[in-house]
């Protein structure tokens, strides 16, 4: 539409004006047009109206502000932010009738490489360049592959229909693209997924640096696509080990060394996510003494810098090093680490290694990683973490100290684990108590929780009747004395409910003369409590 009330001569010829005014080679230049650019991909233009040489919009930015663009005299254009000068909403605005003649990465290209943009006829490529070439890329080359994967986001960038999809269209029309170009070998196949599993997961991170997206997107929209993209990873690399890997993937492994680095420093976000995936990379394809000697002289090095920045990947680092010592089972150089340098929020970074460990049922190493989990735990709950992150590694570590306590035949090692992490540890404890019958510590977990009798589960209570007749009595004698001190007709009730169990339980244990002596000391306790005693007798739990 617009196209049709703008002539595409004054549009590129309002190009070459910015282009002779914002010089690419001054840095506060290069910043508002990437702003714009930004604005412009985040679709934050609208009630765009033109005249024959003229275009007035709005921008949304942190307010709205309203931009006259002036195509003849591009300095004579206005915006009502405060900027003196052509600001980032008047070159948002631009781009996005730019758009409507030509491809916006081509007036950013010759902008940056300060060719003329009205020539209309250099944007016009030769017949001969639109033929696809023999090869998309070379084999056996990981820079080959990698210009591959930037030649291929450029063509899907320029084509993005709607800057609101960003994220869904990167994972659903790119990474299939490249997907569907990955090499017809079997296990060279497989690594080009991981490649471009990464190279997608890195590309994430950047737009995410760029577009600066809601916590609502960051949860809810973005983090499945980052899960499958891990998931994806694994899938390849397990379908990797069912062939003979080739020589000729050990230069691109060499090369991945760099590569996979990118995870540890390319956003701020995802940072669990980013250390998951650095870490599974490792363990299955880099594990070579050469490579973590590369890699540890560089973390060690770089560490050094970024401790004195801020935003900092210290811990990214830190974390990355713990890697390399893992790989060299120097678990107690890990331990102190993690002692002495990192928070207890570090502690799940440690689980992939615990993984690995189980796998190889590596039982003598294990042991290690039990009583530094066990010693660890406390810190950890009492933390300022989010409840519900606290609750899921509580039990994922109960998770593995189970199976390490069912291998080596020590199953008190468990309950110990379940007594140390309470009360994040409720769920498996409650479930291990009734599971070996020991009811009286059921029942004494119940009243350290604070649970009342209303809040179990009846059919638990029923069970523990039937298979341990007695054992409930403390716990429903406290009960109604709470329900009796509430003082109102529905307490009163709810006592009346529970003195029927009671006489039930002492039947069972034909103990008859127990109950009459313990509900005619009650009523004659509480004779004062009319109410109460007319409850008494509506249960026929006593007479006149």
């Known amino acids: ?55 007035s919009a709005k921008v949304q930015d942190v307010t709205s502000v309203q931009v006259e ?23 948002a605005a631009f781009l996005y009738v730019y758009a409507s003649v030509d491809r916006v990465g081509t007036f950013v290209d010759l902008w940056k490489e300060e060719k003329p943009i009205d020539d209309v006829l250099k944007h016009v490529r030769k017949a001969s360049s639109l033929l696809k070439p023999d090869k998309d890329y070379e084999d056996y080359s990981l820079a080959s592959w990698l210009s591959f994967f930037d030649r291929e986001y450029d063509v899907w960038y320029e084509e993005v229909s709607s800057p609101n999809q960003l994220f869904q269209s990167l994972f659903h029309h790119y990474y299939s693209a490249l997907k569907k170009k990955a090499p017809k070998s079997p296990e060279m196949r497989q ?27 960051l949860q809810h929209i973005i983090y499945p696509y980052i899960d499958q993209l891990i998931d994806n990873v694994q899938v390849a690399i397990s379908e990797m080990k069912r062939y003979a890997l080739p020589f000729a993937l050990d230069p691109l492994l060499v090369d991945s060394v760099e590569r996979f680095r990118e995870l540890l420093i390319t956003s701020k976000h995802y940072q669990f996510e980013r250390s998951n995936l650095y870490q599974l990379l490792w363990i299955e394809l880099l594990r070579r003494d050469k490579f973590i000697s590369i890699e540890r002289e560089w973390l060690e090095e770089h560490l050094k810098e970024e401790t004195k920045k801020e935003p900092s990947f210290a811990v990214e680092m830190e974390t990355a090093l713990m890697h390399m010592d893992f790989l060299q089972s120097r678990d107690e150089q890990i331990f102190e680490t993690l002692r002495t340098k990192l928070s207890p929020s570090a502690l799940p970074f440690t689980f992939h290694w615990v993984e690995d460990i189980l796998k190889k049922k590596n039982w003598k190493r294990l042991s290690g990683w039990v009583s530094y989990m066990m010693e660890s735990s406390t810190e950890y709950i009492n933390s300022p973490l989010p409840f519900e992150e606290k609750r899921q590694v509580v039990r994922y570590m109960l998770q593995f100290i189970k199976k390490y306590s069912r291998a080596t035949n020590d199953e008190r090692l468990f309950e110990r684990a379940c007594r140390t992490m309470l009360p994040l540890s409720y769920a498996e404890y409650h479930d291990f108590l009734l599971d070996k019958e020991q009811y009286k510590t059921w029942i004494e977990l119940q009243a350290l929780l604070g649970f009342s009798l209303d809040e179990m589960d009846t059919y638990v209570l029923k069970e523990i009747e039937k298979q341990e007749p007695g054992v409930l009595l403390p716990l429903y004698v406290q009960t109604v004395q709470h329900e009796i001190k509430m003082k109102t007709r529905e307490n009163y009730k709810m006592a009346v409910r529970y003195l029927k169990r009671i006489k039930a339980q002492y039947k069972k244990l034909k103990r008859e003369e127990v109950w009459e002596n313990y509900i005619l000391q009650l009523a004659e306790e509480h004779k004062r409590l009319r109410a109460f005693k007319e409850e008494l007798k509506k249960g026929k739990l006593i007479h006149d």
């Open 1 to 55: 539409m617009l196209g049709r009330e703008l002539s595409k001569e004054l549009v590129l010829g309002a190009g070459e004006q910015i282009k002779q005014l914002l010089s690419h080679k001054d840095e506060e230049n290069r910043n508002v047009v990437k702003k714009g650019l930004i604005l412009y991909r985040q679709g934050s233009i609208y009630n765009v109206s033109t005249t024959s040489h003229s275009v």
């Open 69 to 91: 663009l002036d195509l003849e005299d591009f300095v004579m254009s206005t915006c009502t932010c405060p900027g003196t000068s052509i600001c980032r909403h008047q070159l």
């Open 191 to 217: 690594f080009f997924i991981v490649q471009a599993s990464v190279t997608v997961f890195l590309k994430i991170l950047q737009l995410i640096n760029e577009t600066k997206p809601t916590d609502y997107m």
